[in-house]
Nanobody
Framework: QVQMVESGGGLVQPGGSLRLSCTAS????????MGWYRQAPGKERELVAS???????NYADSVKGRFTISRGNARNTIYLQMNSLNAEDTAVYYC?????????WGQGTQVTVSS
């Protein structure tokens, strides 16, 4: 059974930075594409960054120039470096395959940007 485990969230002041980590366990398959999604209160979950096994990267317009997605050396491990955070980035952040797989949603990690 695949488990996505996210970590690295927290409370940060506007303009601050955080680095999120995600590891998928329970599978011998290397996912072709993985991504970071987020869901803010009262909003739909959205894809903010994705990366393929070949290194093709895409970002949502709202995070371009501020967030950087990368893959780790371990299989199915990705990171999200988030800089210049603002209140609109407050959300629960999840990792999943791209496109997402319903059964793979984990608990997510809360990111709160507030002074």
């Amino acid at each position: 059974q695949v488990q996505m485990v996210e970590s690295g969230g927290g409370l940060v002041q506007p303009g601050g930075s955080l680095r999120l980590s995600c590891t998928a366990s329970g599978t011998a398959i290397s996912f072709n594409a993985m991504g970071w999604y987020r869901q803010a209160p009262g909003k739909e979950r959205e894809l903010v960054a994705s990366i393929t096994s070949r290194g093709v990267i895409n970002y949502a317009d709202s995070v371009k120039g501020r967030f950087t997605i990368s893959r780790g050396n371990a299989r199915n491990t990705i990171y999200l470096q988030m800089n210049s955070l603002n209140a609109e980035d407050t959300a629960v952040y999840y990792c999943n395959t791209v496109p997402s797989t319903r059964a793979y949603w984990g608990q997510g990690t809360q990111v709160t940007v507030s002074s």
